[in-house]
């Protein structure tokens, strides 16, 4: 039987103030540590891994395994037991068990493809971006339980790709900011699990989006970093969601990106970026200005066809440093997580080199305050218009 992996994180220039990048790194340094995982359907195997998260409880890392899928005529469609779930490793790489099963189209009853994860630090549970059910689930990390659910964000649209919950993370309220990738717009809700409210919108000015995937949130000045996908740049927020100004623009070269998916910032507000179709990792400070970039594609680098294995090369290519599509990534403890989609691993890359003196200084800085594979391509778009 063949899989595939319907994948719609996204998983998602002009506009305001643009910056430029310097010429070489001098202030961080990436280098490859080990990696977690290994492509397969089995325990303790990946594919198309997206959200990765450390968990500072138990010293655990978290990744999202896909969704399996079987597109053969006459085959059986969605794959409850093949993915769906959120695996759980040791800080060595060691399988440790599973978290959640596979059920479509039953809000609140399972995972159909984790995207995004998160520990809320007040109760210590574990937040998943359920794509295909269009909803955010919470697990208790330790048991396995769940918890409950709640949310809803837009469906495929006509010629859509991408859509369902994206990248999530906490502000220092505690509320839940999640990237709505059809409707681009991102959703706050409360930890009641009620909306709060609802900012941005289609376009490429200010505080517009589109497709926004990746979202981070700073915990020293509250600032919100977004993955503005299909305008190939990071938009920077204050904490009130106040445009503060974005920076990058499309192509190959440093400072550049080419459909930006995961997003994490660092205690010295450096900005780490998953560039996942050029498959490296971009790192910025607090400004925008480029400092370092790690990893290269692998040969033949994209999406499997239809129909194929989501391991796009077979055997995968899993050279250290190699990556085929950049996707989910996460910073914790000076490393940097990375999904590696097509893969099926989590490469784990060392930050070495900070300069201390670019640490904010948080009484200043307060003011401040999915893709699916149903088809083969090398450039993904969403194909919709802009409201008049």
């Known amino acids: 039987m063949k899989f595939v992996t319907n994948l719609s994180l996204a998983f998602a220039s002009a506009g305001f103030m643009v910056l430029a990048a310097t010429a070489e790194a001098k202030a961080v340094n990436l280098t490859f540590d080990t990696q977690i995982g290994e492509p397969g359907f089995g325990p303790g195997q990946l594919f198309v891994p997206q959200g990765v998260a450390y968990n500072n409880a138990d010293g655990n890392i978290y990744v999202s395994n896909g969704r399996g ?36 189209g039953q809000k609140g009853a399972g995972i159909d493809e984790p995207g995004d ?30 918890v409950t659910s709640f949310g809803s964000f837009s ?58 995937a990746g979202l981070a949130i700073s915990q020293n000045t509250g600032n919100i970093y977004i993955n503005d996908q299909f305008n190939n740049r990071i938009q920077v927020l204050d904490s009130k969601a106040n445009p503060l100004f974005a920076f990058g623009t499309e192509g190959t070269e440093l400072g550049q990106f080419n459909e930006p998916i995961g997003i994490d910032v660092d205690e010295f507000e450096n900005i780490y970026v ?13 400004d925008g200005n480029f400092l370092a970039v790690f990893g290269e594609p692998v040969e033949n680098a994209g999406p499997p066809a239809p129909g194929e294995l989501p391991f796009a ?34 490469q784990v890359l060392n930050v070495e080199g900070r300069d201390s003196k670019k640490v904010p200084e948080p009484a200043t800085m307060l003011g401040l305050g999915v893709f699916a594979l149903g088809a083969a391509a090398t450039k993904l778009r969403k194909n919709k218009q802009q409201s008049a």
């Open 274 to 286: 998953a560039d996942s179709q050029n498959s490296r990792v971009q790192v910025f400070d607090k």
């Open 155 to 212: 469906g495929q649209g006509p010629g859509d790709l991408f859509f369902g919950p994206g990248g999530i993370d906490f502000d220092r309220e505690g509320n839940l900011h999640v990237t709505d990738f059809s409707a681009d717009v991102v959703k706050v809700y409360g930890r009641d699990g009620e909306l709060v409210k609802t900012y941005g919108g289609l376009g490429n000015a200010p505080g517009q989006f589109d497709g926004p």
């Open 69 to 104: 899928f079987d597109p053969t005529p006459g085959g059986a469609g969605f794959l409850p037991n093949v993915g769906n779930r959120v695996d759980v490793f040791s800080p060595d790489g060691t399988y440790l068990r599973a978290i959640g099963t596979g059920v479509t």
């Open 313 to 346: 090369t077979n055997p995968a290519d899993l050279e250290p440093g190699k990556f085929n599509w950049s996707g989910g990534l996460s910073y914790n403890d000076s490393k940097v997580y990375v999904g590696d989609f097509f893969t099926g691993r989590v």
């Open 117 to 146: 994860l998160k520990f809320d630090t007040i109760s210590g549970n574990l937040y998943v971006a359920d794509v295909f059910n269009s909803e955010i689930d919470v697990y208790n990390p330790q048991t396995g339980e769940f």
